[in-house]
């Protein structure tokens, strides 16, 4: 079975760069009809989907976190990072990996991290 575990600090100061690292197991992320993602739910608001690496090691990014979202991989160790710049209070959110199975436009998360709480205050 695929299982996915969040790490990275919980607590980040606004302007600094939160930095989460997504470890896979049970699969490789370098396998393809999958996508790898990163996705966070703010308290009360519902899932924000911020983007994705696949198999190739392209990666996708929502136009609203673009300018400031890089995801990596570092395959030796099958994991994948989130790097999010810039960071303010309206960036508290529970953080969530997820992998996602492909077929055409459609994506369905199939297996999911736990997930990690991160606050960001000063």
């Known amino acids: 079975q695929v299982q996915l575990q969040e790490s990275g600090p919980g607590l980040v100061k606004p302007s600094q760069t939160l930095s989460l690292t997504c470890t896979v197991s049970?699969?490789?992320?370098?396998?393809?009809?999958?996508?790898w993602n990163w996705i966070r739910q703010a308290p009360g608001k519902g899932m924000e989907w911020m983007g994705a690496?696949?198999?190739?090691?392209?990666?996708y990014d929502s136009p609203s976190l673009k300018s400031r979202t890089s995801i990596s991989r570092d395959t030796s160790k099958n994991q994948f990072t989130l790097q999010l710049r810039s960071v303010t209070p309206e960036d508290t959110a529970v953080y969530y990996c997820?992998?996602?199975?492909?077929?055409?436009?459609?994506?369905?998360?199939?297996?999911w991290g736990q997930g990690t709480q991160v606050t960001v205050s000063s």
């Open positions: 690496i696949v198999s190739s090691g392209d990666t």
């Open positions: 049970g699969g490789t992320i370098t396998a393809g009809h999958y996508t």
């Open positions: 997820a992998r996602a199975s492909v077929a055409g436009e459609s994506r369905m998360f199939d297996y």
